[in-house]
């Protein structure tokens, strides 16, 4: 069994923007330029012989991280495509150095997840599809409030701490993360293949966890169809029910609730009957008004 790769202490990091989930399930956290490779003189070292001593570096520009092979044995990789020269990752890419194999995540702007999630600045690589599925979004809760209150490097810490906890509450579950957007996680679940069960025992492990979290947040939770489409990035996921729980996160905050189902989610989950009502409201840009509840104790 190849022993896990060893990590040094990155110093404090300034943004929160950019990780890599590494194979056995930690995050690291990049702060700045950072190589990697077999040699313990590297910031991110593989003790596997497919990894070269210095085998890429990834290096921070205005416009993100890129990355780029070191004359490494066995080449670098994104989404299975030789790295020749530095190439710039985008969140979701996934690395492959030797037979390790990473993924880059980075939160993603409001405006440029607009701008990603719009069919026309989508790279293709099938066919957009339709698929139901469960849709969520948890949301820090007054970030910027933390940030002014404890300051910019243990707010940034409690962030990092909330989204390492959050991760495998939903992926153990069979939850998908799609992408981080500002302070928020967006995640979802197949609704061919993912089971009422499992979003349940999702929503039952974050509310369990909810007393130890670095950070107050909000979860909504809806049920609908949704347009997929395949990118080099992995599914892109766009259409009228990803505005709604995107947007339905306002209506939450209104309301006062930490945790919240669509009406839709309610039916789905089988849990009607089960949750209290917290009122009819309007979402943004949506016709009609909508039914809310919290999820039941």
Known sequence: MRPPPAMTTPPAPTLAESWLELPDGRLFWLTGRCTIGRHLDNQLVFETTSVSRHHAVLAQDPTGYRVNDLRSSNGTYVNRTPVNRPTLLRDGDELQLGDAILRYRCTRSPEAEAVHTSLEHTRRIDDVRERACWLLIADVAAFSALNAEVGSKTALQRFQGWIAAMRPL?????????????????????????????????????????????????????????????????DELSGLEVNFVFRSEKVAKSLGASAMLSETAVQSLQLAGHCQPLGAATVEGIPGRFVFFTPPR
Do not use: K
């Not at 981080?180 to 999702?202: E, H, K, L, N, S």
């Open 170 to 234: 939903i992926e153990r579950h069979g939850g998908l993360i799609n992408s981080y957007v500002g302070d928020a996680i967006f995640a979802w679940w197949p609704g061919d293949t993912a089971t009422p069960a499992q979003v349940r025992a999702a929503l039952v492990a974050i509310e369990e966890w909810r007393p130890q979290s670095p950070v107050a947040f909000r979860v909504v939770l809806h049920h609908g169809s949704v347009l997929f489409t395949r990118s080099e990035r992995g």
